[in-house]
């Protein structure tokens, strides 16, 4: 199989639901729009390769391909086994996986027992076919781990060094199409990396910078959720990780309060990886590609502590409709109300060329 290695990512939905309740042997499902997507060449069966949940660790795996003729299904997928246990399910991430080589076509079997046993023994051959160098490698490809040092030194999702699909067929010219479809808005001066220069407070302003306390920075470390994706940096997501050790919050509460006196945030805490994911099968141009950014967990929790700080300066009549710092608010909700308002006064009013502005006015 020349396409063989195949690389591809894709949200995990929900399946048939017999992997773990049937067979005890979990399995992950990719959408239609990555079954459909796959090359010729790559038939049903059964393959081997690497899988990783989100920026997680790079596990063994093994892929089912096909209808499985023992249930007769009526739609095509790609199964996939991750040789790992997991704590939860991890419907909605974003699976990456590559297959390496290819164990066998797929079979009906005369008992679930006998299905359970062959699945079993796929298991056991692609450990050991995996530690093969040739395919260890492939664990450590950049389709993986690549991640750029500052959002200005690489483009965005730069291909791997093999062939790339990512949520369907998608070659490494396409990649590059991508990151330069992506980045049209950029200017010059967004690539610079100098300090700004701050203009003078005005006399008898308070002058003292917002500072973080070294509590606040390890409680927001505490509530990160470890199945969300770490960003480009995953040493950063391993600080984050140990934080219940006194140096976390200390060092973490060091760098903060320096970024905020010198108003100034490193480069790679602003640098993110992008993942196109797609919107809508057939693929007809790259508008149907959905850049999904992933920013590093450690200027998620800055993030929090910042806004925390000015939720604490909001005026308490701080006008109902503006929804930037109100909790549980959304752009759908400011969305409803506006038009509930404007239909309000369109229909009451004798006038309908009086409504207009009933939504141009709102303060922002």
């Known amino acids: 199989m020349k396409s063989l290695p195949y690389f591809c990512r894709g949200e995990v939905i929900r399946g048939f639901g017999r992997g773990s309740k049937e067979l005890g042997i979990p399995t992950a499902n990719f959408p239609d729009s990555v079954v459909d997507n796959l090359p010729a060449d790559i038939g049903t069966g059964i393959y081997y390769g690497w899988a990783c949940v989100g920026n997680g660790d790079v596990y063994k795996m093994v892929m089912s391909i096909g209808w499985n ?9 790609m199964e996939t086994h991750v040789i790992h246990t997991f704590k939860e399910d991890f419907y909605g991430e974003i699976l990456s996986v590559v297959l390496v080589g290819y164990i066998r076509p797929e079979r009906s079997y005369n008992s679930l027992e006998a299905l359970i ?10 450990k050991v076919t995996l ?4 395919h260890l490698k492939l664990r450590d490809d950049n389709f993986f781990t690549s991640a750029p040092s500052s959002s200005s030194a ?26 330069c479809f992506f980045a049209r808005f950029e200017t010059s001066q967004q690539h610079h990396s100098s300090a700004p220069v701050l203009p003078p407070s005005p006399p008898g302003s308070c002058t003292t910078p917002l500072t973080v306390r070294e509590h606040d920075v ?21 600080g984050a990780q140990g934080v219940r050790s006194p140096a976390r ?6 760098i903060f309060n320096l970024c905020l006196a010198q108003a100034v945030i490193p480069p790679f805490l602003k640098s993110a990886t992008i993942i196109p994911v797609l919107k809508k099968s057939p693929i007809t141009s790259l ?16 993030e929090r502590l910042v806004l925390q700080h000015i939720k604490d300066y909001l005026p308490p009549d701080l006008y109902p409709y503006q929804f930037t710092y109100h909790a549980n608010r959304s752009t759908d909700a400011n969305n ?25 006015h709102v303060p922002r």
């Not at 046993?117 to 692609?126: G, L």
């Not at 530690?131 to 040739?134: A, F, K, M, S, Y």
């Not at 390890?218 to 391993?238: C, D, H």
Request: hydrophobic share 35%; net charge positive.
């Open 69 to 77: 003729p023992y249930y007769k299904n009526t739609k095509k997928s």
């Open 117 to 126: 046993a062959a699945i079993n023994s796929d298991i056991e051959e692609a």
């Open 131 to 134: 530690e093969l160098p040739e």
């Open 154 to 179: 690489l483009p965005p999702n730069t291909a791997s060094t093999s062939q790339t699909i990512i949520n369907g067929d998608l070659s490494a010219p396409l990649a590059e199409e991508l990151n």
């Open 218 to 238: 390890g409680r927001v470390l505490l509530a990160v959720n470890p199945r969300k994706a770490a960003g480009p940096r995953r040493s950063t997501w391993q």
């Open 249 to 254: 919050p200390h060092t973490f509460a060091r």
């Open 287 to 302: 508008n149907d590609y959905r850049p999904v950014a992933l920013t590093p967990v450690i200027m998620k929790c800055f």
């Open 336 to 360: 409803n109300i506006m038009l509930s308002i404007q239909s309000s006064r369109t229909f009451s009013s004798p006038n309908w060329s009086l409504s207009a502005p009933a939504i141009s």
